[in-house]
């Protein structure tokens, strides 16, 4: 028969499988046209009536799979999907239909075998069309699991953020019980005024011989516990002196407390207040400007290690102890660690890739970037040993002034911490330390090693999950729960959790 016999192409349907349709609505129309050809053709030579039954049937069939073809080209114009094997498929197809249609005849002969090629053609339709929809529905499911997991990661990704800023918030608000101190601590002050803290000699508050400790915090019993962890675990304490300065509105509550549970051994507390420092005001330190201007949240307090010189100007030495460490071992073997002419005497952090400058600074910052090393390892605050006559000789507060002042807009690092702004000032004037001295993260590490803590001089509560909080790991809980002077009766009073 001329034309050849009906098309079958058995690679283009497996094609259409893992290709996907794109341009079938256009070899559709071309299919349709040739179709009305070839049936108008068709029943002007032969209107007999079981003809036109036939002819009217294949009609509907055409047009109804004609309708889903359609409907799938949609779906792939919308998807964009390129198919460029499917669109010879059906170019193919519609032009074996046009050559079916130049082949119809007069007589009834030639008819047959058109109207046979035709019902095939239809066939090919179902075959493609069925096919087709497997592929459409597990492209529609693809795309709807896509839909689902990228929803799912945003939803992750704003819980986990939530859930950072929750922690933040826990960990840096006052909880009820540490309120409920302060206030029991202060009624007792008002009611008896008589009982007043004894100041120490300034001859011992400026004994260059003894152990000097620096401690900022306005949390009355993690202060309490810092100091009550060093004596006890010190050979002869009254040697150390420790010097707090806290906010003054915390400072009657602090006196208080040490009036009534003095550190024993016969070592010595010093009490201060931020406002005794008339030094620090707007003129001096940017610290102060920006936190008067408004132009960053700060805390005093915590930039107050950036002042030890001038807080201390008798002193040569000192420790500064955060108020969430917990000391197991005699410090007095720190203040014997030769810093080699350094400022600063740290416990690094970084290992392999991980906890270098490039996590703390914005080295996209031209200044940061001609001044420091990416890959340079950064180190902890926590328990830090400070030579202050290379302090002075270094000019290092001008240093810190100088980086505070550049950083006003967070260019230079995130201002909610300020290690990096530590890991600027002391940038080559920091000597390494022996890891036992600073152990870190029992604050956010469940994983801490049994034995690191067991060799550890200092256990440092870093993180959110604070011991004096209800979220504090319970693991790590009783290494700070011991030194708590759980007698007091104003704990009692303000049912800690201990």
Same mark, same amino acid.
């Given at each position: 028969?001329?034309?050849? =016999?009906?098309?079958?192409?058995?690679?283009?349907?497996?094609?259409?499988?893992?290709?996907?349709?794109?341009?079938?609505?256009?070899?559709?129309?071309?299919?349709?046209?040739?179709?009305?050809?070839?049936?108008?053709?068709?029943?002007?030579?032969?209107?007999?009536?079981?003809?036109?039954?036939?002819?009217?049937?294949?009609?509907? /069939?055409?047009?109804?799979?004609?309708?889903?073809?359609?409907?799938?080209?949609?779906?792939?114009? =919308?998807l964009k999907i390129?198919?460029?094997? /499917?669109?010879?498929?059906?170019?193919?197809?519609?032009?074996?239909?046009?050559?079916?249609?130049?082949?119809?005849?007069?007589?009834?002969? %030639?008819?047959?075998?058109?109207?046979?090629?035709?019902?095939?053609?239809?066939?090919?339709?179902?075959?493609?069309? %069925?096919?087709? *929809?497997?592929?459409?529905?597990?492209?529609?499911?693809?795309?709807? +699991?896509?839909?689902? &997991?990228?929803?799912?990661?945003?939803?992750?990704?704003?819980?986990? *953020?939530?859930?950072?800023?929750?922690?933040?918030?826990?960990?840096?608000?006052?909880?009820?019980?540490?309120?409920?101190?302060?206030?029991?601590?202060?009624?007792?002050?008002?009611?008896?005024?008589?009982?007043?803290?004894?100041?120490?000699?300034?001859?011992?508050?400026?004994?260059?011989?003894?152990?000097?400790?620096?401690?900022?915090?306005?949390?009355?019993?993690?202060?309490?516990?810092?100091?009550?962890?060093?004596?006890?675990?010190?050979?002869?304490?009254?040697?150390?002196?420790?010097?707090?300065?806290?906010?003054?509105?915390?400072?009657?509550?602090?006196?208080?407390? #040490?009036?009534?549970?003095?550190?024993?051994?016969?070592?010595?507390?010093?009490?201060?207040?931020?406002?005794?420092?008339?030094?620090?005001?707007?003129?001096?330190?940017?610290?102060?400007?920006? &936190?008067?201007?408004?132009?960053?949240?700060?805390?005093?307090?915590?930039?107050?290690?950036?002042?030890?010189?001038? &807080?201390?100007?008798?002193?040569? *030495?000192?420790?500064?102890?955060?108020?969430?460490?917990?000391?197991? *071992?005699?410090?007095?073997?720190?203040?014997?660690?030769?810093?080699?002419?350094?400022?600063?005497?740290?416990?690094?952090?970084?290992?392999?890739?991980?906890?270098?400058?490039?996590?703390?600074?914005?080295?996209?910052?031209?200044?940061?970037?001609?001044? #420091?090393?990416?890959?340079?390892?950064?180190?902890a605050y926590g328990?830090?040993?400070?030579?202050?006559?290379?302090?002075?000789?270094?000019?290092?507060?001008?240093?810190?002034?100088?980086?505070?002042?550049?950083?006003?807009?967070?260019?230079?690092?995130?201002?909610?911490?300020?290690?990096?702004?530590?890991?600027?000032?002391?940038?080559?004037?920091?000597?390494?330390?022996?890891?036992?001295?600073?152990?870190?993260?029992?604050?956010?590490?469940?994983?801490?090693?049994?034995?690191e803590i067991r060799?550890?001089?200092? +256990?440092?509560?870093?993180?959110?999950?604070?011991?004096?909080?209800?979220?504090?790991?319970?693991?790590?809980?009783?290494?700070?729960?011991?030194?708590?002077?759980?007698?007091?009766?104003?704990?009692?009073?303000?049912?800690?959790?201990?």
């Amino acid at each position: 028969m001329a034309g050849g =016999r009906p098309m079958r192409p058995i690679n283009g349907v497996q094609s259409f499988l893992t290709q996907r349709v794109f341009l079938s609505f256009i070899a559709t129309l071309l299919f349709l046209v040739a179709t009305s050809f070839f049936l108008s053709t068709k029943a002007a030579i032969r209107p007999q009536p079981i003809q036109t039954v036939h002819l009217d049937l294949i009609r509907r /069939q055409a047009a109804d799979h004609a309708a889903l073809v359609s409907s799938y080209a949609t779906y792939s114009r =919308r998807l964009k999907i390129d198919a460029s094997r /499917q669109v010879r498929l059906f170019s193919n197809l519609a032009s074996s239909l046009t050559d079916l249609a130049s082949r119809v005849g007069s007589d009834e002969d %030639s008819l047959r075998p058109v109207e046979k090629e035709a019902k095939d053609r239809v066939k090919l339709a179902r075959q493609l069309v %069925s096919e087709s *929809k497997e592929a459409f529905d597990t492209q529609v499911k693809i795309q709807k +699991l896509r839909d689902t &997991i990228f929803s799912v990661h945003e939803q992750l990704h704003r819980a986990r *953020k939530l859930g950072d800023l929750s922690s933040r918030i826990a960990a840096s608000s006052t909880p009820k019980s540490l309120h409920c101190l302060a206030m029991r601590l202060m009624e007792h002050r008002i009611s008896n005024p008589e009982d007043s803290f004894p100041s120490i000699p300034a001859s011992v508050a400026s004994d260059p011989s003894l152990y000097h400790y620096a401690i900022f915090s306005d949390n009355i019993i993690a202060v309490s516990v810092v100091v009550n962890s060093v004596i006890r675990n010190a050979a002869d304490p009254s040697r150390h002196v420790f010097h707090v300065v806290t906010d003054p509105m915390y400072l009657p509550a602090m006196q208080v407390w #040490f009036a009534k549970r003095p550190p024993t051994g016969g070592a010595h507390m010093d009490l201060h207040s931020t406002a005794e420092y008339t030094f620090l005001d707007a003129s001096y330190s940017p610290v102060i400007r920006q &936190i008067e201007t408004g132009k960053q949240e700060l805390s005093l307090l915590h930039y107050l290690r950036f002042y030890l010189p001038e &807080i201390f100007p008798q002193l040569k *030495k000192i420790i500064l102890l955060e108020d969430d460490v917990v000391v197991q *071992k005699d410090l007095a073997e720190l203040w014997r660690v030769d810093l080699q002419g350094n400022v600063n005497g740290a416990v690094e952090m970084c290992f392999g890739g991980f906890r270098r400058y490039n996590r703390y600074l914005n080295f996209t910052n031209q200044v940061v970037k001609e001044r #420091f090393s990416p890959r340079a390892c950064a180190w902890a605050y926590g328990v830090n040993v400070f030579d202050l006559q290379a302090w002075r000789t270094e000019r290092c507060t001008e240093q810190f002034h100088q980086y505070q002042e550049m950083n006003e807009d967070g260019l230079l690092w995130k201002p909610n911490t300020v290690l990096p702004a530590g890991l600027m000032t002391f940038y080559t004037t920091t000597k390494p330390l022996e890891k036992s001295w600073h152990v870190m993260g029992l604050g956010y590490n469940p994983s801490v090693s049994p034995e690191e803590i067991r060799k550890a001089a200092v +256990l440092h509560f870093n993180g959110n999950m604070k011991p004096w909080l209800d979220v504090a790991m319970n693991q790590y809980k009783q290494l700070w729960t011991k030194y708590v002077d759980s007698d007091m009766e104003f704990l009692q009073l303000c049912n800690f959790g201990l």
